[in-house]
Nanobody, 112 residues
Framework: QVQLVESGGGLVQPGGSLRLSCAASGFTFRRYAMSWYRQAPGKERDLVAGISNTGGDTNYADSVKGRFIISRDNTNNMLYLQMNSLKPEDTAVYYC?????WGQGTRVTVSS
């Protein structure tokens, strides 16, 4: 089955960290660039970070530069987003995207 499945979301205090994971299946993962998006309540879905198919190139939204790290494991068909120094404005549903596919999303809430 061709799909992306996110995990790792949850409730975290400001300044904390979370690591999101995205498991890809049903397609040749290593051939595709991948991205993380997020959608906050009442807002549009925005790009957070992207990574090339080899992992050699990455890009980040200005709002997360220096705090988030996108990475991938092409052996195990996994995409990751390490999120550090989390802020309340990072609260959103986070989605994995690639090969024109979307996962179901994982919710991240940053609150004290």
């Amino acid at each position: 089955q061709v799909q992306l499945v996110e995990s790792g979301g949850g409730l975290v205090q400001p300044g904390g960290s979370l690591r999101l994971s995205c498991a890809a299946s049903g397609f040749t993962f290593r051939r595709y660039a991948m991205s993380w998006y997020r959608q906050a309540p009442g807002k549009e879905r925005d790009l957070v970070a992207g990574i090339s198919n080899t992992g050699g190139d990455t890009n980040y939204a200005d709002s997360v530069k220096g705090r988030f790290i996108i990475s991938r494991d092409n052996t195990n068909n996994m995409l990751y987003l390490q999120m550090n120094s989390l802020k309340p404005e990072d609260t959103a549903v986070y989605y994995c995207n690639g090969r024109q596919l979307w996962g179901q999303g994982t919710r991240v809430t940053v609150s004290s």
